[in-house]
């Protein structure tokens, strides 16, 4: 990594474990995120890219191949995992799910239109010898109209979509799908009638594949798992613009036979009395860069309050769960920690969110990306990665100059300052994303289709991006390979 700009010290953060019951959140701190800056090259003119090469994903091509052959909008994926997030191929086929929404929508309306649809592949073809497009067969929608508004005590909503989630396999081809069942009460004008209604839920079907491609059954029931709670999770009495989402399960092998789920939230402040406190700026005694308390609370920064939840099953069906505390608090540094996962390599405990750049609170900046933090268990003192900045692979950024939004992006940007977002990250380092835009002003496309895959080396509190991987550091496009072939030969 570069020599860092001058700036305040990253919080010392041990990475010691803790139980997952314990009351012990780790805070990723704008002392912490202040690196991000410190990581960034002043002197980077109009189009460059401020940020280390190391953390930066290789440019996307504007000239990218679409996976579903222009039939749906798609973004956020995840593949077929288990409890350990290998992933799965069925009968010689791979399987993944995605958000996806109508064509005829403009891009940035998809929120609201969302549900779930799933894709298809031959498995065990390397990349460079599939289509360039990745090469799947999309299957469809996995629910049928209906099915998942049934949950919501009040019908009156006016959209119902289904946002991210995980999906889990078992024996007999039996799949967990755990996602965010979402009920809108909103006026013609897109504002509130009242506060919508995300809750986190579970449907289970069936997977049926052979050599001619895959069938769903099943998944016409969904059960309600669980609904922020105001005391450690956000309301939307709290905060109409609260954030809680996108529930990833696992087992830790330091706790066997129990499940464990970390989801987005929000801590459970008031909207406008929300306030940070010390810890979560976490300055060293005496840094000369340090800012006060009064000066963050009344900088507007108390409105980027996220958080990564953790929840535990009651019940081998993974039908009934528990909150248990936050295990990570990004308190006036950013209000949207999406799609968190755990991943464990070398004895690590690695969770990662996802930020966009426009979350992060006054006074924080850092790029489009994915997030690293590093310790000891699933609770731990996490240490953000990359020089403590938490910063794992962002989009080609410049921090000298304003971002934009994916639909008007800044001209003196790199055109891949919004290119991929939603970032998961698979066995091996291998990340995945999808497209949003690529261009800048006068001269961009929207994406709503896989990226290229990418390749991390992760090495302790460290990581880089693998150049030598694919095409210059590109690999296939929606590339989302299983490392673990379920009767490869064929019949079920
Ligand atoms: C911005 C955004 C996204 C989020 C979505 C739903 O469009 O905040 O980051 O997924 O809206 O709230
Ligand atoms: C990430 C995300 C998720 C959410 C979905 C909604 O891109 O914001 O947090 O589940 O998109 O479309
Ligand atoms: C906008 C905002 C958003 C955030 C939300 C949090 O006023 O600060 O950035 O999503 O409110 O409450």
Redesign the pocket.
């Known amino acids: 990594l570069p020599d860092l700009q001058d700036g305040p010290e990253p919080t010392v953060h041990t990475q010691q474990a803790y139980a997952p019951e314990d009351d012990f959140t780790a805070k990723w701190t704008r002392a912490d995120a202040r690196q991000l800056k410190r990581l960034s090259d002043p002197t980077a003119g109009s189009k460059q890219n401020s940020m280390p090469a190391e953390l930066t994903m290789p440019a996307v091509p504007q000239d990218f191949p679409d996976m579903s052959n222009e039939e749906v909008w798609v973004?956020?994926s995840w593949p077929l995992t288990d409890e350990d997030a290998n992933q799965y191929s069925v009968n010689g086929q791979e399987i993944i799910f995605s958000?996806v929404a109508d064509r005829n929508l403009v891009f940035d309306e998809?929120?609201v239109f969302?549900k779930i649809g799933y894709f298809y592949r031959p498995a065990g073809i390397p990349a460079d010898e599939r289509p360039e497009n990745g090469g799947w067969t999309y299957g469809g929608l996995v629910f049928d109209e209906g099915v998942t508004g049934k949950i919501f005590p009040d019908q009156s909503y006016s959209h119902q979509t289904q946002?991210?989630g995980s999906a889990r396999i078992s024996k007999g081809g039996e799949i967990k799908l755990f996602f965010?069942d979402v009920a809108f009460y909103r006026n013609e004008d897109g504002s509130n009638r009242k506060p919508y209604d995300p809750r986190i839920a579970l449907s289970v079907g069936k997977v049926h594949a052979n050599k001619n491609g895959v069938k769903l059954t099943g998944f016409d029931e969904v059960t309600d798992l669980l609904q922020a709670d105001g005391t450690y999770y956000q309301t939307g009495a709290q905060n109409e613009f609260f954030n809680f989402?996108?529930p990833f399960t696992f087992e830790d092998p330091a706790h066997p036979g129990e499940t464990f789920m970390v989801f987005?939230g929000n801590s459970a402040m008031p909207r406008e009395s929300a306030t940070c406190n010390e810890e979560d700026l976490g300055y060293r005694e005496g840094d000369p860069f340090a800012e006060t308390i009064e000066q963050v609370n009344a900088s507007g920064a108390t409105y980027q309050i996220g958080n990564v939840g953790l929840a535990k099953a009651k019940n081998k069906e993974l039908t009934e769960w528990e909150f248990l505390p936050p295990i990570l608090s990004a308190n006036c540094v950013t209000d949207?920690t999406?799609?968190p996962q755990i991943y464990m390599k070398d004895g690590k405990y690695y969770l990662f969110t996802?930020s966009h750049r426009g979350t992060f609170a006054n006074g924080i900046d850092g790029p489009e990306g994915v997030y690293g933090f590093v310790g000891d268990g699933i609770r731990s003192d996490y240490q953000p990665m990359n020089a403590g900045s938490g910063l794992a692979l962002g989009n080609p950024t410049n921090l000298n100059f304003a971002g934009g939004q994916p639909f008007a992006p800044d001209f003196n940007q790199p055109i891949g300052h919004f290119q991929a977002?939603?970032h998961y990250v698979m066995p091996g380092g291998l990340v995945q994303s999808f497209i949003d835009t690529v261009g800048t002003e006068g001269d961009f496309r929207r994406g709503g289709t896989l990226a290229p895959t990418v390749k991390i080396d992760i090495d302790g509190a460290s990581s880089a991006v693998d150049y030598s991987y694919g095409d210059g550091g590109l690999g296939g496009y929606a590339d989302i390979p299983a490392n673990i072939n379920v009767n490869p030969g064929g019949n079920e």
Request: proline share 0%; no cysteine; aromatic share 16%.
């Open positions: 973004w956020d958000l998809r929120h969302a946002w991210s965010t989402r996108d987005e949207q999406e799609r996802i977002y939603s």
